[in-house]
């Protein structure tokens, strides 16, 4: 009778154990999944900061600005990072938050002027300064580090000049570049935004 309770205290005690090994197994594999995913939307974040900001007329200090003043407000909070860098060195920790926060308050508040303008459109003209063609070779990959050319690929851009002064580079399709002339002016659709930035509807 003492022996069945003792092996049955043994295979609770031993089942205990394998639970929380198995718990904390699982812990660490959702952290590491997690880290994974807050590295994504920073680079999704900063990439889609940038497309939107394309389309959007305004100096490149703005939102940068924006972005880190979100960061330096939420400054005090940049020990919550420590499960993310997995080091306690407060500039790493720093860097990480002003990054992380920067990188989503970026994209939030162009994408916020963006999805929040007027649905009215006006029509402005610029003049085209400049015109060029930026040529980038693709690359694809055929093994676990090897990678062959897989032909290129063309990106356009026109300078213009708009009537107060400002002058924007715009990334445009290949219709619109071999339409462009220099010197020559060129329409523009726009909208006011949600936040006062004008965004480009149309002509790019």
Request: a positive charge; hydrophobic letters at 45%; proline letters at 2%.
């Amino acid at each position: 009778m003492r022996n069945a309770v003792c092996e049955n205290l043994q295979c609770h005690f031993y089942f205990y154990i394998c639970r929380k090994i198995q718990i904390k197994a699982m812990g660490i594999l959702f952290i590491k999944i997690l880290r994974i995913f807050v590295v994504l939307a920073v680079l999704f974040s900063g990439t889609m900061g940038y497309v939107i900001s394309e389309k959007t007329l305004v100096a490149w200090w703005i939102p940068v600005g924006v972005a880190l003043a979100a960061g330096m407000l939420t400054l005090p909070l940049y020990r919550k990072w420590i499960w993310l860098t997995t080091v306690e060195n407060r500039i790493v920790n720093v860097l990480c938050h002003l990054v992380c926060v920067g990188s989503f308050c970026y994209v939030l508040f162009l994408s916020g002027n963006n999805l929040l303008a007027d649905a009215d459109e006006y029509e402005v003209t610029v003049t085209v300064l400049d015109k060029r063609m930026e040529q980038h070779e693709k690359r694809r990959k055929v093994g676990k580090h090897r990678y062959v050319s897989d032909g290129m690929r063309y990106e356009y851009y026109l300078e213009v000049a708009f009537d107060n002064g400002t002058v924007k580079t715009l990334h445009v399709s290949r219709a619109v570049y071999r339409n462009a002339q220099k010197g020559q002016p060129k329409a523009l659709s726009l909208s006011q935004g949600g936040l006062g930035l004008p965004v480009i509807k149309q002509g790019i």
